[in-house]
């Protein structure tokens, strides 16, 4: 593997929400295919109690609110993106690529996500609340897990010296801008445009 992919594999997820534990999945699962079918803003608790076959009470127990089974979706989301997009990094990436591979993998793998896509489509009203009301929050947490591993890379002489935090929350922002208004050209051609005149050491 090459030195851009073991720098970017990952290896503890840090800074996002947890894992939301399996035991509690299948009321997840249960909640997307209700979203699929209805869109977020007409799937409410009962929907998904009946979806997975079970009382109201037990999801408002297991699960919470729709406002807390949104989170635990994107928190379930986010972790997966973790351990399954680096594997989307060549073999003989540079760092710049291996950041390239990474933010377009991880756009694809979100936009092609049932809910997302749901909402993408049905409900931009409610992409515009969450960017109101979660998207500082979201970038905060990605800044924090990730910025490590670009100063690494930077120490490495792998990326170009300059702030970490920074230069990770420029990739945040961008990989989140992208995930709601893809670009006119390939993710990344787009991306390979951007980032390697400020990444390439």
């Known amino acids: 593997m090459a030195a851009g992919a073991t720098v970017f594999a990952f290896p503890e997820v840090g800074g996002l929400p947890p894992n939301p534990e399996a035991s509690v999945w299948p009321y997840l699962d249960a909640a997307v295919r209700c979203i699929e079918r209805f869109g977020w803003r007409r799937t409410s608790v009962q929907d998904v109690a009946r979806e997975a076959g079970v009382e109201r009470t037990t999801v408002y127990r297991r699960v919470g609110s729709m406002d807390d089974i949104f989170r635990l979706l994107v928190?379930?989301?986010?972790n997966e993106l973790m351990v399954t997009v680096p594997s989307r990094i060549p073999v003989n990436a540079t760092a710049a690529e291996a950041v390239v591979a990474l933010v377009a993998g991880s756009?694809?793998?979100?936009?092609?996500?049932?809910?997302?896509?749901?909402?993408?489509?049905?409900?931009p009203d409610v992409v515009a609340s969450f960017v109101a009301d979660g998207l500082a929050d979201l970038v905060e947490r990605a800044t924090t897990t990730l910025s490590p591993l670009v100063a690494n890379a930077m120490a490495a002489g792998m990326i170009a010296k300059r702030d970490p935090v920074v230069v990770t929350d420029w990739v945040v922002r961008?990989?989140?801008?992208?995930?709601?208004?893809?670009?006119?050209?390939?993710?990344?051609?787009?991306l390979s445009e951007v980032f390697a005149p400020v990444l390439n050491p």
Not at 75 to 78: F, G, H, I, T
Not at 174 to 190: C, G, K
């Open 75 to 78: 928190a379930r989301e986010l």
């Open 107 to 123: 756009i694809e793998h979100s936009r092609a996500h049932p809910v997302l896509a749901k909402v993408l489509a049905d409900e």
């Open 174 to 190: 961008t990989a989140l801008t992208l995930l709601v208004a893809p670009p006119p050209v390939p993710i990344e051609q787009y």
